[in-house]
């Protein structure tokens, strides 16, 4: 039982470290002045767009609001995304936990316990997409 756990977390931990690695690689730069660099700063800080024009920049209206839309409800379906699969592969461990426990009731209840957090966990991230949703359309209108 101690070994398969302990492949459990080195398989966990060997996902964990594959899915970090993918999410953080970067991405290439592109080659742009100092001064440049400083403008498009400028202009992106402020909510204006740069224009072809060096050192003025516009109003982007409500471009910029639908990307910063955009980039919340991208960031909030990737991690509710991620903590789906990890309460998915939770309630595995959990449910093989219970049907290997013997009928010792700390190791039960320990298997039921992961079991209704993994559920809440679901929930929550549900609750959470809703939240999301909902504060964005009455930001946005």
Not at 29 to 36: E, I, L, N, P
Not at 59 to 81: C, F, H, R
Not at 109 to 118: E, R, S, V
Request: charged fraction near 10%.
């Amino acid at each position: 039982m101690v070994g398969m756990r302990k492949r459990l977390n080195t398989l966990l931990a060997g996902l964990a470290l594959i899915l970090m690695l993918s999410l953080g690689m970067a991405a290439p730069a592109f080659a742009q002045t100092a001064q440049q660099q400083i403008d498009n700063g400028l202009c992106a800080g402020s909510n204006l767009q740069f224009t072809d024009n060096p050192g003025q920049c516009v109003t982007a209206g409500g471009q910029a609001v639908s990307s910063i839309n955009n980039l919340v409800k991208t960031a909030v379906n990737l991690l509710s995304a991620i903590v789906g699969i990890v309460a998915v592969i939770m309630i595995i461990v959990g449910g093989f936990r219970y049907v290997t426990s013997g009928g010792n009731d700390t190791s039960v209840t320990a298997a039921k316990n992961t079991i209704l957090y993994a559920i809440i966990g679901l929930v929550v991230v549900a609750l959470a997409q809703i939240i999301v949703r909902f504060t964005l359309s009455k930001l946005t209108s």
